[in-house]
T-cell receptor
Framework: DAGITQSPRHKVTETGTPVTLRCHQTENHRYMYWYRQDPGHGLRLIHYSYGVKDTDKGEVSDGYSVSRSKTEDFLLTLESATSSQTSVYFC?????????????FGPGTRLTVT | KNEVEQSPQNLTAQEGEFITINCSYSVGISALHWLQQHPGGGIVSLFMLSSGKKKHGRLIATINIQEKHSSLHITASHPRDSAVYICAARGGADGLTFGKGTHLIIQP
């Protein structure tokens, strides 16, 4: 299994509070991704990173920011959490953007905003 | 923006049956992924295809680039195959576009 961990695994927070989710990898892969998974929508890309300090927005980036100061860590921040951000968040990593394009997923973080 | 459609959304079958899950996408891709998500929530990559056919044990994945269509087959299905199967299309470096998943239940 690819060495990907996410923390915390579960979090309950109140509307308006800041929340940071962490993705940590031990594979030294260049690409890292944050997705959210909601019933009826499947997985959707929030932000991704193609190297240290290099990030870009995905399909559903509003209300989220990211940072990557080290190869191994990719942080997702909700500056002011809203109930619509209640979801399961998955981190994924990939060694390259060219073939063979393999992606490996972390175990997920279940976030509830009350 | 790529649109990825899966069918069926839900499938219940008896142990031993041959299972087919379909995936279609709207624009050209560089690769098509099949993923498995068990009730515990973890996501595992099953296949990554850019052409032709791949086989791992009882699982077979095929892709037709011209028709923008892929299928996942399970032979001799078993209750442990019960999971959500997700297809995802890869256009470039900016992640994957996912289908909504097929919920498969194999009854003993």
């Amino acid at each position: 299994d690819a060495g990907i961990t996410q923390s915390p695994r579960h979090k309950v927070t109140e509307t308006g509070t800041p929340v940071t989710l962490r993705c940590h990898q031990t594979e030294n892969h260049r690409y890292m991704y944050w997705y959210r998974q909601d019933p009826g929508h499947g997985l959707r890309l929030i932000h991704y990173s193609y190297g240290v300090k290099d990030t870009d927005k995905g399909e559903v980036s509003d209300g989220y920011s990211v940072s990557r100061s080290k190869t191994e860590d990719f942080l997702l921040t909700l500056e002011s959490a809203t109930s619509s951000q209640t979801s399961v968040y998955f981190c994924a990593i990939s060694p390259t953007a060219s073939s063979p394009y393999e992606q490996y997923f972390g175990p997920g973080t279940r976030l509830t905003v009350t | 923006k790529n649109e990825v459609e899966q069918s069926p959304q839900n499938l219940t079958a008896q142990e031993g049956e041959f299972i087919t899950i379909n995936c279609s996408y709207s624009v050209g891709i560089s690769a098509l992924h099949w993923l498995q998500q068990h009730p515990g929530g973890g996501i595992v990559s099953l296949f990554m295809l850019s052409s032709g056919k791949k086989k791992h044990g009882r699982l077979i994945a095929t892709i037709n680039i011209q028709e923008k269509h892929s299928s996942l087959h399970i032979t001799a299905s078993h209750p442990r195959d019960s999971a959500v199967y997700i297809c995802a299309a890869r256009g470039g470096a900016d992640g994957l576009t996912f289908g909504k998943g097929t919920h498969l239940i194999i009854q003993p």
